[in-house]
């Protein structure tokens, strides 16, 4: 399993961008997605959560300016940051957790995890 985060760049403060991270692989079923950041010399922290239905969480960081969403059939959680700010400065990683399969005989061997993407580069210039 795989998750694989694209969707970060170069923005001007005000700006926005929207991040995708797309699980691949032997997805079973997808539990709680999230986001989170890590700037630089600092530790990574998580801004927001996904859960399966749909319930969400922020950061007060990003409360009113990021939005997290998710499309199950794709397998796929979004982050759409709006009115960027220079401190949002930072490589941002998907998390998810997922349950994946694997056939054993005429059964499911169903094992669950978490999964981290590989991190997106965010830049926020003033």
């Known amino acids: 399993v795989q998750l694989q985060a694209s969707g970060g760049g170069l923005v001007q403060a005000g700006g926005s961008l929207k991040l995708s991270c797309a699980a691949s692989?032997?997805?079973?079923?997808?539990?709680?997605m999230g986001w989170y950041r890590q700037a630089p010399g600092q530790q990574r922290e998580v801004i927001t959560t996904?859960?399966?239905?749909?319930?969400?969480n922020y950061a007060d960081s990003v409360k009113g300016r990021f939005t997290i969403s998710r499309d199950n059939a794709k397998n796929t959680v979004y982050l759409q940051m709006n009115m960027l700010k220079p401190e949002d400065t930072a490589v941002y990683y998907c998390?998810?957790?997922?349950?994946?399969?694997?056939?054993?005989?005429?059964?499911?061997?169903?094992?669950?995890?978490?999964?981290w993407g590989q991190g997106t580069q965010v830049t926020v210039s003033s």
């Open positions: 692989g032997s997805v079973y079923s997808l539990g709680t």
């Open positions: 998390n998810a957790e997922i349950t994946t399969a694997q056939a054993m005989g005429v059964t499911l061997d169903l094992r669950r995890n978490t999964y």
């Open positions: 996904i859960t399966s239905g749909g319930r969400t």
